[in-house]
């Protein structure tokens, strides 16, 4: 009798588990499931292009990535990891995961998702997708094969240099990309993050700007976005960490720091240089006013330079200052920058012909 009772007892107590272990199941895909439909709405609101990003399963990217294994990672930072994946149809993609648990890392990767779904130019990288049914969201790009800008000047892929032509069609893609957001983007975009490791380099070494975690939509009819400044140390325009307004003209700051590291080779900041030259744009500032410009620039780049390379080289140099003026409505637009590079390729370029011509 005993031995039925406790059988019982021991069936009543497995049948309690397992009803407690179903019910705990199902509140775990319920809470996914409306998770999923909330960053699917997130994802959808405020696109005026009536384009979505499509939707991969969370299946597939773990497929991709070999279940986001350590040997296919690209890159880590605050955003989280990206990695290496191939879809099922060959397409080699990089693959953006949000740190997880990180409310601000997964309302960055939801706002690139958002971003990128509305634009379409050969110098932002594109996107192909996201996943939302994960705990955290994926965010799915075409994979850049070449490093970031950063890598290519003092990272572990600057040896060979770049050669001079090559940097000024780095900065006229990036250029241009930026160009973009500010002028043809509806509405229009500010990057809010512009610096040489979010610029990729593709398989012609063409530059593409990526990384739109910060970015922020215009305000129809404003002449700023009012918020608190975010960015990176070096990059970051003084007149928004001053009176937190965003503008497109914090854009042409930023890249005005890029045009100095493509000159210099130097990074934006940094602790090795002694104090009153940490940051490169005060640091480039100065050697300008003391009429040294030229002293501060790479020397790959001055070594062997003919007259006319080293005007080129000025030029950009001038650009780039123009883009740091403290005052922003003394900066030039992204779209005049981007016609000033533009016109001093088309001078060096020509400078190339006549060499072509007298080694005849």
């Known amino acids: 009798m005993d031995g039925i009772v406790c059988g019982l007892g021991g069936a009543l107590l497995v049948a309690t588990a397992g009803l407690f272990a179903y019910r705990r199941q199902q509140r775990i895909r319920l809470a996914k499931e409306k998770l999923a439909k909330e960053r699917e709405e997130i994802l959808n609101a405020n696109n005026s292009s009536g384009r979505t990003a499509k939707n991969f399963s969370g299946r597939e990217l773990r ?79 075409e994979f850049i094969p070449n490093g970031t800008l950063a890598d290519h000047l003092y990272g572990p892929l600057s040896h060979p240099p770049l050669p001079w032509r090559r ?120 050697a300008a006013e003391e009429e040294r410009l030229m002293d501060v620039v790479d020397p790959v780049l001055k070594d062997n330079a003919t007259q006319l390379q080293c005007d080129t080289i000025k030029a950009l140099g001038f650009l780039a200052l123009g883009c740091l003026e403290e005052r922003r409505q003394n900066r030039p637009s992204m779209k005049e920058v981007a016609e000033e590079i533009e016109y001093i390729m088309n001078i060096e370029a020509g400078n190339a012909h006549l060499k072509e011509l007298h080694s005849l």
């Open 167 to 286: 940097r000024l069609a780095i900065a006229h893609h990036t250029a241009q990309g930026i160009a973009y957001l500010h002028f043809s983007a509806v509405p229009p975009i500010y990057h809010r993050d512009i610096k040489s490791s979010n610029i990729l380099l593709d398989e012609r070494m063409d530059g593409k700007v990526s990384d739109f975690g910060l970015s922020r939509l215009a305000e129809q009819g404003l002449s700023h976005v009012s918020t608190c400044a975010q960015g990176t140390l070096g990059y970051l325009d003084p007149e928004y960490y001053r009176n937190y307004q965003l503008t497109d003209k914090s854009d042409v700051y930023s890249f005005g720091v890029v045009l100095l590291e493509l000159l210099t080779c130097k990074r934006a900041i940094d602790f090795g240089r002694g104090a009153d030259d940490v940051n490169l744009a005060v640091h480039v500032q100065r």
């Open 63 to 141: 497929r991709a990535t070999a279940n986001f294994s350590r040997d296919n990672l690209l890159g880590a930072g605050g955003y989280g990891e990206v990695y290496r994946g191939v879809l099922a149809d060959g397409t080699v993609v990089a693959v953006k995961c949000a740190k997880l648990g990180n409310t601000k890392s997964t309302e960055q990767v939801l706002n690139e998702v958002r971003v990128l779904s509305q634009v379409n130019h050969r110098s932002l990288v594109r996107l192909l997708g996201c996943c939302v049914d994960l705990e955290q969201p994926l965010m799915v790009y």
